[in-house]
């Protein structure tokens, strides 16, 4: 059972950044693949980054490719999620996830086995 755990969200204004964190329990975070993903008031959970279990591999949502760079320190049980240049629509409840299969580049949601609670990322305009 892994237990994931976002901070970092905020309000911020347009143009700006903010960095998130999802720590993980466990003693074997390098075994899993890693996400990012966003729900928006009255929208579908989507997708927004992936890595893979030792961060060699990236994959990013055509909305933030160039703003947004997920990485991740194994020996910190912790993925992150730098997000520049922000707009308004990007506003959401951010998720982190897992994926018990390390080969899985967590790109969809139906694939995470662990998410996180969520954190709140607001952007004024």
């Known amino acids: 059972q892994v237990q994931l755990v976002e901070s970092g969200g905020g309000l911020v204004q347009a143009g700006g950044s903010l960095r998130l964190s999802c720590v993980a329990s466990?003693?074997?975070?390098?075994?899993?693949?890693m996400g990012w993903f966003r729900q928006a008031p009255g929208k579908e959970r989507e997708f927004v980054a992936a890595?893979?279990?030792?961060?060699?591999?990236?994959y990013y949502a055509e909305p933030v490719k160039g703003r947004f760079t997920i990485s991740r320190d194994n020996a910190k049980n912790t993925v992150y999620l730098q997000m520049s240049s922000l707009k308004f629509e990007d506003t959401a409840v951010y998720f982190c996830?897992?994926?018990?299969?390390?080969?899985?580049?967590?790109?969809?949601?139906?694939?995470?086995?662990?998410w996180g609670q969520g954190t709140q990322v607001t952007v004024s305009s």
């Open positions: 996830a897992a994926s018990r299969d390390g080969s899985v580049y967590l790109r969809n949601k139906n694939d995470a086995d662990y």
């Open positions: 466990g003693r074997t975070f390098s075994n899993y693949g």
């Open positions: 890595i893979s279990r030792y961060g060699s591999t990236t």
